[in-house]
C-alpha cells in the first residue's frame, strides 16, 4: 500500500488534478506540449460511506464546470488485472487546456471547497501530469483507461529510460484495440508522485481488448525489457462510463450472444457493469416486444461500489432475447435502465482447421444470414454470422495477424480492415450452412465460434502449444471460447492437407486422436462431439496421391476408433480453385454435418450417416466385384456409371479392369464392379485413388461415400 505525507495533500490550495487522453507516437518528452493530462489516483478510509463517496465524487465532476480551463474529464473504479495499484481504488483522468490552466485550478476557491469535502475521508492519494499535444477525444463508453507510472532504479541512464519510452510508445502499432497511448515525464507541482516520475496512459476498446494485450506477446517482450530498470510500477485501470450516468453493461452477456444450453435445454443468463449508485438490480426478458412468460421484472441482482451484476437463470433454448436491466432509487423509482438485445440461447460450435474450413469458396450466391444463426468472429465479439465468417485481419492474436497489420496503429488498422473487406472475392465457407441446416431441423438456435486459419498443419495447431495463448492457434482458439462464453456443445474440424506429405502423414492419425482428446479435456466435455472432413480433391499437375490418400484412409478409419466423432466425405464436390472446394459444395458439406449431428445429438430417426465401407466380395471367378456399404440413406446413387473404384498393383500402377460400375439393383447399398479379367494376386482395391479423381457415389439424402484404400482383394 502507498503512504504520503498527508499534509502536504491536505495544505489549503495544494491538491491534486486530472489527465486526459491524446494519441502520440513517441514519449511526449520529445514533442512541444500544448495541454497537461492530470491524473490522479485515491484510496479512501476504511468505513467511508456509500453517500460519502457519491458527494465526493459528484463534487469532483463538477469541477470542470466551475474551473475554467479544464477540457477533459473521466473517472472510474480500479479493475486492472495486473494487481499493481497498490491500494488505490479510483483514477480520475482530467485534461487541462494548458500548464497555466492547471496551475490556476490548484489554488481555486472551488478547488479548496472539493479538498474539504474529500479531506475526512482520504487515506492515500497520488498525482501525476504530463504534457501532451492536443488531446484525442473523449474516451467513448465501454473503453478502457489503462494507468501506468514507472519509478526507476537509481542511476538508470537516460538513454535507458528513452529506449524503454520509444519501446512502450511502439506498442499501439503491435497490439490491436490499443486505441491511442500518451506518455511523458512527471511535470506535476504538487509532489505527490511518490518518486514515480513517468507517466503513460493508454486507452482500450473495451476490457476484453486489455485483457489481450496483457498477454500479448509484445506486451511480454516490453515487460522484459523494463524490469531490469524499474524499481517498480503502479497501475491503475478504469472503464468509462456514460457522463448521463446511465448502467452500463460491460461483463457477462453481449449483444448477439449465444449461451450454450445446459443439459436440462435452458441457460443462465449473467450480466455485469458499471452504476454509479448502489440499489437492487431488476432484470426480464422481452421476445420481441413481449415479455417472456416467466421472466418479468424481478430482483437479481445488486449495485455496490460502482458496480452491479446479476443473473436470469433457466433462460429456455430460443430468442432473439433483448435483456433489460434496471435500478431503482432508495425511493423505489426506477433510476437508471440498459439492455442487451439480440441474445439467443442454444448450442455453440467451435468451427477450426485450415482453408476449407476458413473457407475459400467463391463469394457468389452465398448462404444467407438467419437470426437464429450468431457468430463470435475473429475479432472476439459476437454479431449476426454472415460470409465470410472468417477475417484473420480482424484477430487481436499475432497468430493470426502475421504481417497483416504491422507497423499500423489503430488507424491504419482500421482503414486496412476497410480496404480488406471491400476487396474480398473469396471467403465462403460450410459453418453457416451447417448452422441454418440444424436450426431448421431442430428449432434450436446455433452459435459459431470461427478459429479457423489456411495452411495450417497439425503441428501447428498442436495443443502442446496451449501456453502460447494468442501466439498459437490451439491457444486463440481456447481464448475465443473463453470469450465467447467458455462453453460449447461440439467442433467441426477440416483440416489434413497440410498433412499430406511424408514427414506428417505418417503420424497424422496418432496427432489427430492427441488432437481430439486435447479438446475434451480442455473443454471439460469428455464425450465433446468431434466431426470432421475427409480431405477432397487436389489439382496438382504430376503429383503423387500416396500420402494424400493415406490421410484419407486415416480419417476414413478414425471414426471407428474415437467415439463421439463422424467423418464427412466431400471427394464428390466441385472446386472452386485447384484444392478448395466450392461455395454450392461448402453449401452441400455445412448440411451432410448438419444431418450428422441431427442424428447424433438429437436421436433423428431415419438419418444414417451415410455410406460406409462394411466389406468387399468377389466372384468364384474374379470377374465381379460386390462392394458392400452399411449406413446407407435409401440407396446409393448414381444406378449406373459409378465413377472412382480402381484396381490397382502394389505399386499404386493401375490395373484398367474394370468396365462396369452400377448399384446392385436388388441390393440397393451395393456397388458392383464387373471386371474383364480377374485381378492379378496381391492387387489392391481403392475409391477415390490418388490427387484429383472424378467420384460421384452418394445416397439418397446426399451423403458421400468416403475415400477408401488399399483394401486387398480377396477370392
Not at 513517441?26 to 495541454?35: C, G, K, L, N, V
Not at 450454450?260 to 426480464?284: L, Y
Not at 435502465?337 to 452465398?366: F, T
Not at 453457416?432 to 440444424?438: G, T, V, Y
Request: hydrophobic residues 40%.
Amino acid at each position: 500500500m502507498l503512504r504520503i505525507c498527508a499534509s502536504s495533500l491536505l495544505r489549503p490550495g495544494v491538491f491534486l488534478g486530472a489527465a486526459i487522453f491524446f494519441a502520440a507516437g513517441a514519449p511526449s518528452s520529445d514533442i512541444r506540449a500544448e495541454q497537461v493530462q492530470h491524473l490522479v489516483l485515491f484510496e479512501f478510509q476504511d468505513g467511508t460511506s456509500d453517500q460519502d463517496l457519491r458527494e465526493i465524487l459528484e463534487a469532483f465532476e463538477q469541477l470542470p464546470a466551475k474551473i475554467p480551463g479544464i477540457v477533459g474529464f473521466q473517472w472510474g473504479q480500479n479493475n486492472s488485472p495486473e494487481g499493481l495499484a497498490k491500494g488505490l481504488t479510483h483514477g480520475f483522468v482530467v485534461t487541462f487546456e494548458s500548464a497555466a490552466a492547471r496551475d490556476a485550478y490548484l489554488p481555486h476557491e472551488e478547488h479548496k471547497r472539493f479538498g474539504a469535502i474529500l479531506r475526512p475521508h482520504l487515506k492515500d492519494v497520488f498525482v501525476l501530469d504530463f504534457a501532451v499535444p492536443k488531446a484525442p477525444p473523449a474516451a467513448e463508453p465501454g473503453r478502457v483507461q489503462h494507468l501506468v507510472f514507472f519509478k526507476f532504479k537509481d542511476g538508470t541512464s537516460k538513454a535507458d529510460v528513452d529506449s524503454l519510452n520509444v519501446a512502450f510508445a511502439e506498442l499501439p502499432r503491435q497490439v490491436s484495440g490499443l486505441i491511442h497511448f500518451q506518455s511523458g515525464p512527471d511535470t506535476s507541482p504538487e509532489k505527490l508522485s511518490k518518486g514515480f516520475t513517468h507517466g503513460y496512459l493508454l486507452t482500450f476498446a473495451n476490457e476484453r481488448a486489455r485483457d489481450d494485450y496483457v498477454v500479448h506477446p509484445a506486451h511480454k517482450a516490453f515487460v522484459s525489457k523494463a524490469l531490469p530498470i524499474l524499481a517498480e510500477p503502479l497501475v491503475l485501470d478504469f472503464t468509462v462510463a456514460p457522463s448521463s450516468r446511465r448502467l452500463l453493461v460491460t461483463g457477462g452477456v453481449e449483444p448477439y450472444a449465444v449461451l450454450q444450453r445446459g443439459p436440462d435445454g435452458t441457460a443462465q443468463i449473467e450480466f455485469s457493469g458499471i452504476s454509479r449508485e448502489s440499489g437492487p438490480m431488476e432484470a426480464r426478458l422481452l421476445l420481441g416486444r413481449r415479455t417472456v412468460a416467466g421472466f418479468d421484472w424481478k430482483v437479481l441482482g445488486k449495485a455496490e461500489g460502482g458496480r452491479f451484476q446479476g443473473a436470469i437463470p433457466a433462460v429456455p433454448a430460443g430468442g432473439e432475447y433483448t435483456l433489460e436491466i434496471r435500478r431503482r432509487d432508495a425511493l423505489g423509482n426506477v433510476a437508471e435502465v440498459a439492455e442487451v438485445g439480440g441474445v439467443l440461447v442454444g448450442d455453440v460450435w467451435i468451427l477450426a482447421g485450415q482453408s476449407n474450413m476458413e473457407g475459400v469458396g467463391d463469394l457468389e450466391d452465398v448462404e444467407t444470414p438467419s437470426p437464429l444463426v450468431h457468430c463470435f468472429t475473429m475479432a472476439h465479439r459476437w454479431e449476426l454470422a454472415a460470409e465470410p465468417l472468417h477475417w484473420l485481419i480482424d484477430s487481436p492474436d499475432p497468430v493470426h495477424l502475421g504481417d497483416q497489420l504491422k507497423g499500423l496503429d489503430e488507424d491504419g488498422r482500421r482503414e486496412r480492415r476497410a480496404q480488406a473487406r471491400a476487396s474480398r472475392k473469396k471467403g465462403a465457407g460450410l459453418g453457416l450452412s451447417f448452422a441454418k441446416e440444424l436450426a431448421a431441423r431442430t428449432g434450436v438456435p446455433i452459435g459459431l465460434i470461427a478459429s479457423a486459419h489456411g495452411g495450417t498443419s497439425m503441428a501447428q495447431w498442436s495443443p502442446s502449444l496451449r501456453e502460447q495463448d494468442g501466439a498459437s492457434l490451439y491457444g486463440s482458439m481456447l481464448k475465443q471460447v473463453r470469450n465467447g462464453g467458455g462453453k460449447v456443445k461440439g467442433v467441426l474440424w477440416y483440416q489434413g492437407e497440410s498433412d499430406a506429405n511424408p514427414d506428417s502423414s505418417s503420424v497424422f492419425g496418432a496427432k489427430f486422436q492427441e488432437l481430439v482428446a486435447a479438446f475434451r479435456s480442455d473443454l471439460k466435455n469428455p464425450a465433446l462431439p468431434f466431426y470432421y472432413v475427409q480431405i477432397g480433391r487436389f489439382v496438382l499437375d504430376g503429383g503423387s496421391g500416396e500420402h494424400w490418400n493415406r490421410v484419407q484412409e486415416l480419417q476414413r478409419t478414425l471414426e471407428k476408433e474415437i467415439p463421439g466423432t463422424a467423418v464427412v466425405p466431400v471427394i464428390d464436390l466441385a472446386l472452386d480453385d485447384l484444392i478448395h472446394v466450392g461455395t454450392p459444395g461448402l453449401k452441400r458439406v455445412g448440411r451432410r454435418l448438419a444431418k450428422i449431428a441431427h442424428r447424433e445429438l438429437f436421436g433423428a430417426k431415419g438419418i444414417e450417416r451415410g455410406p460406409r465401407l462394411s466389406k468387399v466380395e468377389a466372384s468364384p471367378d474374379g470377374r465381379t466385384l460386390r462392394v458392400h456399404y452399411s449406413e446407407v440413406n435409401g440407396r446409393l446413387l448414381p444406378e449406373l456409371r459409378v465413377e472412382g473404384f480402381s484396381i490397382r498393383k502394389k505399386d499404386g500402377s493401375e490395373v484398367r479392369t474394370i468396365y462396369n460400375a452400377s448399384v446392385d439393383r436388388s441390393a440397393h447399398d451395393t456397388v458392383v464392379l464387373k471386371l474383364q479379367n480377374p485381378p492379378p494376386e496381391g492387387a489392391v482395391l481403392h475409391y477415390g485413388w490418388g490427387l484429383d479423381p472424378i467420384c460421384n457415389l452418394v445416397d439418397a439424402e446426399d451423403m458421400a461415400a468416403p475415400v477408401f484404400g488399399p483394401i486387398e482383394i480377396r477370392r
